[in-house]
């Protein structure tokens, strides 16, 4: 990916020599061409930079999901589903059972699962 940024960098300053040495030229067209071709890799040297910035973003995110250790989730499917509370449960508290809460920190899927004593 630096690759590219570096290609890019390379073409931008190729194209402002070309734009100095069309200040000795009187053609029109061929300085409006170069003032174009200056614009365009300046966009796309932006837009790789996004591109750059998102791939880092997705593989944090990748990771995050292929190293997790909590149980399956069951709306995603991915190791993300944890423990956040357990608390004696509503009804059978008295008898011992407990009402644990699990939280997914990948999809925020959340639900309490009951544990007999
Ligand atoms: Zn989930």
Do not use: W
Not at 18 to 29: G, M, T
Not at 50 to 55: A, G, H, K, W
Not at 71 to 80: F, L
């Amino acid at each position: 990916m630096s690759d590219l940024i570096s290609s890019v960098s390379t073409a931008i300053s190729l194209a402002s020599r070309l734009r100095e040495i069309s200040k000795n030229i009187e053609d029109a067209e061929f300085k409006n061409l170069v003032a174009d071709l200056s614009l365009e890799l300046a966009d796309a040297k932006m837009k790789i930079a996004t591109l750059v910035s998102e791939n880092a973003e997705m593989k944090e995110k990748i990771q995050a999901l292929t190293s997790a250790t909590g149980e399956v989730c069951p709306k995603c499917n991915n190791r993300t589903f944890e423990l956040i509370s357990t608390r004696p449960h509503p009804t059978f508290g008295e008898l011992g059972s407990k009402e644990r809460q699990y939280e997914c920190s990948g999809c925020g899927f959340s639900e309490a699962k009951m544990v007999d004593p």
